[in-house]
């Protein structure tokens, strides 16, 4: 049978195998992040793409971001990412391996259902999201980017999965920087959102509806200013940097999720049917661009 739906269970799996590596994957683990590169490069070669490693340095140690492309390798990409290091000795299950978890089963529907692609699909995970490396060259996202951009090569857009696996169905439950937002958006934490920056408005709302229409989940918009520090969390930013459009899907991390960067950041905290849905529309963007 076709894989036709993200599937609850392979997520689990995926989150299971990532949480369970000791050390913690984090940059300097280079044991821990090497078998979580190795398991995404092995579930990518049951997938018909190509499957490429792009290995660079950083302060000495060797990483590897991990590549699939399906579609026409002649055509422009789309670009869909997420991030497999993990901060500190954590384990890192909402950050990064919901992530990285759906960013597998993505890749699982486009070969399960084998749709015709207009555009290279590149689905890549990073690592060096986390600091020390956040917000430098050093990020396995800025390596990506910049080599796309040194190739003169065209690309569609760019999503980026950065925690999708935290849900909250009390009221409260949603934090928000200031009262502004917090007018405009729910006030219960159960919702995933698609954030752009100032300009891609267009991008955004199409990605929204996509989603929406497909998904059994609230998905919510915004866009920021690039240098709104809220903006630019995660991998998507290097994208901008280079001159893409690129989108973060996020359950808000610490906005809503009080194990952000700490020990209870596990497997248990989250919330595989609501990550499957994200999933789901998040596929369907992707058909949809």
């Known amino acids: 049978m076709p894989t036709t739906k993200a599937n609850p269970q392979r997520l689990y799996a995926d989150v299971e195998f990532l949480t369970s590596l000791h050390p913690a994957r984090n940059y300097e683990n280079l044991a821990s992040l090497n ?13 018909g793409g190509e499957v490429v490693e792009q290995p660079f340095e950083a302060d000495g140690r060797r990483y590897r971001n991990i590549i699939l492309r399906l579609g026409p390798a002649d055509a422009p990409r789309l670009v869909v990412g997420a991030h497999y290091d993990v901060f500190g000795d954590h384990a890192g299950a909402d950050d ?18 084998r749709p015709p ?8 995970a990073y690592p ?3 600091p020390p490396y956040f917000a430098t060259e050093d990020m396995g996202s800025y390596v990506h980017a910049k080599s796309l951009h040194e190739a003169g090569t065209p690309v569609r857009a760019m999503l980026c999965y950065e925690m ?7 009221p ?30 267009p991008l955004t709302e199409k990605v929204h509806n996509l989603m929406q ?16 520090a809220l903006a630019n969390l995660s991998d998507h930013r290097n994208y901008w940097h280079f001159g893409y ?45």
């Open 35 to 47: 078998q979580a590169a190795d398991y995404i490069k092995a579930e990518f070669s049951k997938l």
């Open 96 to 113: 990064n391996a919901s992530a990285v978890a759906g960013l597998l089963e993505t890749a699982r529907l486009l070969h399960g259902r």
């Open 245 to 289: 459009e690129a989108l973060m899907l996020t359950d808000t991390s610490f906005l809503r999720n009080d194990n952000y960067h700490e020990a209870s950041d596990t497997i248990d905290t989250l919330d595989f049917r609501r990550m499957a849905e994200v999933v789901n529309g998040a596929y369907a963007a992707i058909l949809g661009l």
């Open 128 to 130: 060096n999201e986390e």
């Open 117 to 124: 692609l207009r555009y290279c699909v590149e689905l890549v």
């Open 172 to 201: 409260g439950s949603q934090r928000f920087p200031n009262q502004q937002l917090a007018a405009l958006y729910p006030s219960t934490g159960n919702f995933i959102t698609v954030v752009g920056c100032t300009g891609q408005e």
């Open 164 to 170: 999708i696996g935290y849900f909250r169905d009390e």
């Open 213 to 228: 229409a497909n998904a059994d989940i609230n998905v919510q918009r915004i866009n920021l200013p690039v240098g709104t």
